[in-house]
Nanobody, 128 residues
Framework: QVQLVESGGGLVQAGGSLRLSCVMS????????MAWFRQTPEKTREFVAV????????YYSDAVKGRFIISRDNDKNTVYLQLNTLKPEDTAVYYC?????????????????????WGQGTQVTVSS
C-alpha cells in the first residue's frame, strides 16, 4: 500500500522560506506524478504545484508561481516543495499527492480527484 509522509512545515515570518518534503513508501515512486495541495479551514483544498513522472513537466498555481519550486529525487522516493517569499495567505496545511495515471504535460491545474494517494499534511504558518 502506497503511503505518503510529509514533513518540513512550521512557523515562519513573512518573506521567509521553508522546504517541505514528502516521502513515498510501498510504491514505485518514479511511476507517479506528484503534486502539492493546500487547505485552510475557510477554503476548499487548493492546488499548488505538480511535477510529472520524469521531472520534465511542471505546473504551478498563479498564487505561488515564481515563489515556490517543486522538485523530486527518484532515488530517495521524495518530492519537495521549496516555499520562498512566504506570505501570510500561504498559511495552510500542505498535502502531497500521487497520481499513477497521468504524468504530464499539464496545461491547467489538475483536480484533486486525479490523485490516488494523499499524505496526512504538514502545517505551514506564516506570521505577518
Amino acid at each position: 500500500q502506497v503511503q505518503l509522509v510529509e514533513s518540513g512545515g512550521g512557523l515562519v515570518q513573512a518573506g521567509g522560506s521553508l522546504r517541505l518534503s514528502c516521502v513515498m513508501s510501498g510504491g514505485a515512486f518514479r511511476e507517479y506524478a506528484m503534486a502539492w495541495f493546500r487547505q485552510t479551514p475557510e477554503k476548499t483544498r487548493e492546488f499548488v504545484a505538480v511535477l510529472g513522472w520524469f521531472g520534465a513537466n511542471t505546473y504551478y498555481s498563479d498564487a505561488v508561481k515564481g515563489r515556490f519550486i517543486i522538485s523530486r529525487d527518484n532515488d530517495k522516493n521524495t518530492v519537495y516543495l521549496q516555499l520562498n517569499t512566504l506570505k501570510p495567505e500561504d498559511t495552510a496545511v500542505y498535502y502531497c499527492a500521487a497520481d499513477r495515471d497521468y504524468g504530464g504535460p499539464y496545461f491547467d491545474s489538475p483536480g484533486d480527484y486525479q490523485f490516488d494517494y494523499w499524505g496526512q499534511g504538514t502545517q505551514v504558518t506564516v506570521s505577518s
